[in-house]
C-alpha cells in the first residue's frame, strides 16, 4: 500500500473531536439537546466508551469548551478562523501533547450522537494492518436514494473478499464505481498517523479536493495512501433539524 519502509502499529492513540458553533444546516448543532445532554457530550462519551485512549474536544467557541468541562471532559479552545476539522484537531493536539508521545490521531466528527464504540475502534484496524498514512471507514449501500444523494459520499474501493480492509482509491459524491458491483457508503471518521496528519494540515487544497468539497482527496491527490476497514452500519449523523428531532426520538426510545 505504500513504498515507505514498514510502520509500526499504533500503540498509544487519541481521539479528537473538532466541534463548531457555525453550520450552515444546524446552526449550534453541538449543543442541541437530545434527550437531556449536548450532542457534543454524547458524542465525547460515545469515544470514551470505545476505551482506546484519551479524548479531546477541539472546539471553535468557548460555549463549547464550557459544555465539555461541565461534563468532566477534556477540551481545548482553537482559532475559529481554522478552514476544517482536521486543521482544528492538529491545533488541539499541539496543545495537549506537545511532546507527541501519541502516535495516532483519530478525528472523529462530532455530530455522530449515536456512534458504538465498536464502530470507532475500528477505524484503527488499517493502521494495525498496513501501511497506510490515514485510514477510515465505509459500509456497503445499495440504497438508490443514497447512491444518487450528493450529501452520501461514495468511496472506490476493493475488497478481494480476503480481508475486511483494503486501499482507498477515490472518494465521490457521484455513485462510484459504474458496473456491476457493491458500492460503499464512506463514514467520515479518521485515523491519521502522527506524521501524516502534519503533512497532511500542511498541505494546500488540491484541485479534485475543491471539485468535490471533499478533503481527504487532498491526501490522495499528494500520493498519500487511505485505508478502509469494512464494517456493517453506518452510523446516523445528524446534519438538519429532522435529523436532531430522529436522533431525539431514537435516544428517548432506548430508555
Sequence with gaps: MSENPQKTPPKNPIVVIPARMASTRLPGKPLADIDGKSMIVRVMECALAANIGPVVVAAAEKEIVDEITKAGGKA????????????RVFAALGEVDPAGS?????????????????????VLL??????????TLVAETTDPLELSDPH?????????GSSNIASALYFSRLPIPAGEGPHYH???????????????VALPPGQLESREKLEQLRALENGMSIACALVDTVPFGVDTP???????????GKK
Design 76 to 87: 481545548v479552545l482553537t482559532d475559529p478562523d481554522l478552514k476544517s476539522g482536521s486543521d
Design 102 to 122: 501519541h502516535d495516532a490521531i483519530i478525528n472523529l466528527q462530532g455530530d455522530i450522537p449515536l456512534i458504538g464504540p465498536e464502530i470507532i475502534k475500528a
Design 126 to 135: 488499517p493502521l494495525a494492518a498496513t501501511n497506510a498514512d490515514i485510514s
Design 152 to 160: 452520501v459520499v461514495k468511496a472506490a474501493v476493493g475488497f478481494d
Design 186 to 200: 464512506h463514514i467520515g471518521i479518521y485515523a491519521f498517523r502522527r506524521e501524516a496528519l502534519a503533512r497532511f
Design 242 to 252: 429532522d435529523d436532531l428531532e430522529r436522533a431525539r426520538k431514537i435516544i428517548a
